[in-house]
């Protein structure tokens, strides 16, 4: 109500844009750690990583089949002996002569003399231990050379890399049993309202469950943090005082709830009380108009909007890119991909509005958008059926059908029901 409430922009409103700029000028990475390579998964490397030796670190083959010189097979039918027998793992022991070929296995290292790797559905086998060659081959593309895919001492993975499982396999091929990361936020919680009821609280019917705290929760989850969940407090400033006091000592205090304009919205004014300089307040955006963000001297704070999904949109917008900047990463924002609106959208100017979408695919390939249904900040279940938010520009009245726009990817939104790992017949 208050969000509807509130004049269109009023002054010393931030665009989301500079409230995001304001944040992240606050924002730099913690302190670093130095933790075991099974537990990196999803975290910030805080140094360079350079390979420790050439991998391969020989010539080796690509292929099961024969190692053999090019000159002798440049004609085929061939005929070549076979004088070392060459499996992964081993070193070649035979230098080989005119005539000659080893036999050898995948990733096993070329014998001194060989240049060239014949598949074996390329021969088949002659008397006497030879083997015969039944194309001609020139080149020599079976051979994987040494260094191709790392030379010792070059960077790897540079500071600031983000452990993906694809990353965590290079470190484990760089040997880095241990690895130095950034420290992860130390992140708080906090609901406040009368009228909220615990989750494990006796069920009362005239009580609005206290849905926040968890939809934050696995907000901060999915960005590899365990967040301390401080419990709900009531509207009332002494009390408030105590929960936000505790909340102050984490590097990140989310609190939900409070924060608007009404006479019982003690949030901002009791921060303040405790020493915390509130940067900005309201920004156009909707929903989630009535957010602010403050520095205490330990950390940052987040007054969310009480609104469900005003709360976890605002959270998108505010608290993941500091989140993801407190803990190093480079790439601070959700993916947003360009998508063709199935229907119209209004919207009033003055605000970015964020819609809540869901994606499908057209023939094309292209991605189309429809709202994932009510749009009303209190409707958390569009949230749970929403892939990405859908970004309507401030100064925009609205959408039609068919106009290009962007979405910014959800959690969910990263997934999709089919393969499709090519178009079907
Ligand atoms: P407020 O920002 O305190 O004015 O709250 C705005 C709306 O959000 C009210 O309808 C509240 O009941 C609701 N609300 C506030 N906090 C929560 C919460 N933790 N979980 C679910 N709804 C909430
Ligand atoms: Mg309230």
Known sequence: ??????????????????????????????????????RALGRVLAVDVRANRDLPPRDISAMDGYAA?????????????????????????????????????TGAPLPAGADTV???????????????????????????????????GEVVLAAGAEITPGALGVLATVKQAA??????????????????????????????????????????????VEPCLLGIARDDPAELAGFLERGLGYDVLLVSGGASIGVHDYVRPTLAALGVTLHFWRVEMRPGHPVAFGVSDRGLVFCLPGNPVSSMVCFEQFVLPALRA????????????????IHAIKSRPGRVEFVRVTL???????????????????????MARADG???????????????????????????????????EP
């Open 118 to 152: 014949v598949r074996v559905e390329d021969t088949r086998p002659a008397p006497d231990g030879a083997v015969e060659v039944l194309v001609p081959v020139q080149t020599a593309t079976d051979i994987r050379r040494r260094a191709e895919n790392m030379r010792q």
């Open 1 to 38: 109500m208050h969000e509807k409430a509130a004049v269109l922009s009023s002054p010393g409103e931030f665009s989301v844009r500079k409230a995001q700029a304001c944040i992240l000028a606050r924002t730099s990475p913690l302190g670093v750690e130095n933790i075991a390579l099974e």
């Open 179 to 224: 690895v130095t990361v950034y420290q992860p936020p130390r992140v708080a919680i906090l609901s406040s309202g009368n009228e909220l009821e615990a989750l494990r609280a006796p069920f009362d019917p005239d009580k609005i469950p206290d849905s926040n705290t968890y939809a934050l929760m696995a907000q901060v989850q999915a960005q590899g």
């Open 389 to 423: 938010l859908l970004i309507v520009p401030g100064a925009s009245k609205g959408l039609a059908a068919g106009d290009i726009a962007r979405v910014q990817l959800l959690e969910a939104g990263a997934y999709q029901e089919q393969a499709e790992l090519e178009d």
């Open 69 to 105: 010189r090019a000159a002798d097979i440049a004609d085929a039918p061939s005929t070549l002996e076979i004088v070392d027998d060459i499996k992964a793992g081993d070193l070649p022991r035979a230098v080989l002569q005119s005539g000659q070929c080893a036999r050898i296995m």
């Open 326 to 341: 407190l803990g190093g990463h480079r790439r601070l924002f959700r993916r947003t991909l360009p998508a063709r609106l």
């Open 360 to 382: 499908a695919r057209d023939a094309s390939g292209l991605y189309e958008a429809s709202s994932a249904g009510s749009q009303s900040s209190g409707d958390i279940l569009t």
